[in-house]
């Protein structure tokens, strides 16, 4: 079914789209993509090429496809971490479907700078085959930072791309993502001046996605939104670091997120630093809005090294570590898996049985000394509907903090949700997803506590 977005947002984008400038870039449609020959085999041809749609990324069925990844830290300096084992644990512990190999290009040790260039290829490239053999996808990361400016170092990237997309481009698994982070006074318009020549390279050999970089550290995606390259399989990416990035940029990325497909190939539970104190409040925040609009996420970092951004504890063996040696990020990432495991379940079980109405609780967290719990409900309808009403009575007390997709009032232990007018015609079987609230209580709320009743 199709994704139904929060009426409030809709208004919103829709003014906002039209005060929009087009965009003034030339028109380089992608050519098809050529198999290369030494391409790597390839258990990971299972896995499904992503594309994008106008402000998705999609599977191969056209279904929105949402991108869980883990970065590593810098190749160069933290290479131990490319092993099975530690593939093992993203992908059966964590349930993560990405890894990114982040390969700067400038700091100490850098791909154009210092670093040892075979070596660091060498690394990548056994990230690569661990992606491929796990089928997972790969996101290669030009980690431009301290560099600011990708243009600084397009002779290196164009060479650097060619290598790659002639070599890997054709495996469905592999995502190319051309500058990490531009900063400093480094302009949309240098980005698109960097993008314009990197991407018809790649594109010679790969029409996989292509995740481009916005000034101001990955964080002005207003301005891809203003101005969009004209290739198809393009996303736009957008980094926050919880503890330092609010709801200003929540709100940035609010306005935009139905405008172009939008990526966070990069996000830390800790400050910007990637050191300093951990705000998971923040941070669910983050996961609940990216959550509604299917919008991919890849964690920094994957590492031991002594900062708050690392999933392992500092002195970890990387190439032998369990569970137990997680850091309070890495126990963070872990629980967002149960989470989502516990909701997958309900929505398999939700799926067995017949009751009309499904009711979810997809996160929780503490706020004020309340207890705020996130709830999403389904509805399948046993007969035509032209409007539909469910009403949910809590064992306690609720309010109403945020909801979308539905009308919503609360009272006393009871709320009620009305249909919108552009949900309300439900036919025989159908199923409605994404219709989601926010409720306040003192205690935790136990869902199959929630009574739910469809009329
Ligand atoms: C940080 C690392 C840190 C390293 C530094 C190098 O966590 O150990 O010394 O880079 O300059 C980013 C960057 C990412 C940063 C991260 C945290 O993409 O390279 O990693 N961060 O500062 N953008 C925002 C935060």
């Not at 850098?110 to 053999?133: A, P, S, V």
């Not at 314009?196 to 916005?214: C, M």
């Not at 499904?358 to 000394?369: A, C, F, G, M, Q």
Request: glycine residues 4%; proline residues 3%; hydrophobic residues 35%.
């Amino acid at each position: 079914m199709k994704k139904i977005i929060p009426f409030k947002f809709i208004v919103f984008g829709f003014a906002f789209a039209c005060i929009l400038a087009g965009c003034a870039h030339q028109n380089n449609a992608p050519t098809q993509a050529t198999k290369s020959s030494d391409q790597v085999v390839k258990k990971e041809e299972g896995l499904s090429r992503l594309s994008t749609t106008k402000n998705r990324i999609v599977d191969e069925s056209g279904n929105p496809y949402i991108i869980k990844g883990i970065s590593t830290h810098g190749l160069g300096w933290f290479p131990e971490i490319l092993n099975q084992n530690s593939f093992d644990h993203f992908k059966n512990d964590f349930k993560l479907n990405t890894v990114r190999l982040a390969l700067y290009t400038a700091e100490n040790g850098g791909y154009c700078t210092d670093g040892n260039k075979k070596q660091l290829e060498q690394t990548l490239e056994k990230g690569i085959k661990l992606c491929q053999e796990n089928e997972m996808y790969c996101v290669i990361d030009w980690h431009i930072l301290s560099d600011q400016n990708p243009l600084d170092h397009l002779s290196e990237s164009k060479e650097f791309f060619e290598k790659i997309a002639k070599q890997y481009g054709s495996s469905p698994n592999i995502i190319f993502e051309i500058c990490n982070e531009p900063n400093g006074n480094t302009t949309w318009q240098d980005v698109c001046d960097y993008a314009n020549q990197i991407i018809p390279i790649i594109r010679k050999y790969s029409n996989n996605l292509i995740l481009v970089g916005t000034p101001n550290w990955s964080q002005d995606i207003d301005q891809a939104a203003q101005a969009p390259l004209d290739y198809e399989n393009i996303a736009y990416t957008l980094h926050f670091y919880a503890a330092t990035h609010k709801e200003d940029l929540r709100a940035k990325y609010k306005a935009v997120v139905d405008q172009i497909p939008i990526v966070v190939s990069e996000f830390g539970i800790c400050d910007a630093s990637g050191n300093g104190t951990i705000d998971e409040e923040s941070a669910n925040a983050w996961i609940r809005l990216l959550d509604q609009y299917d919008t991919g996420r890849i964690l920094w970092n994957a590492s031991n090294k002594e900062e708050a951004s690392s999933i392992l504890k500092p002195g970890t063996d990387m190439a032998n570590w369990t569970l137990d040696d997680l850091s309070a990020s890495g126990k963070w990432l872990l629980l967002q898996n149960k989470e989502h495991n516990q909701d997958q379940k309900q929505e398999e079980k939700a799926d067995k049985t017949n009751d009309p109405v499904t009711v979810l609780k997809v996160n929780e967290w503490e706020k004020d000394e309340k207890q705020e719990t996130q709830i999403s409900i389904q509805i399948t309808a046993s007969q035509d509907l032209s409007t539909w009403t469910v009403d949910l009575e809590f064992d306690q007390p609720v309010q109403i903090t945020d909801h979308w997709n539905c009308n919503a009032q609360a009272s006393k232990n009871q709320i009620q949700l009305t249909s919108m007018d552009y949900n309300a015609n439900l036919k025989k079987d159908q199923t409605l997803k994404d219709i989601g609230l926010i409720v306040k209580t003192n205690r935790k709320i136990d869902s199959s506590q929630i009574k739910a009743h469809l009329k």
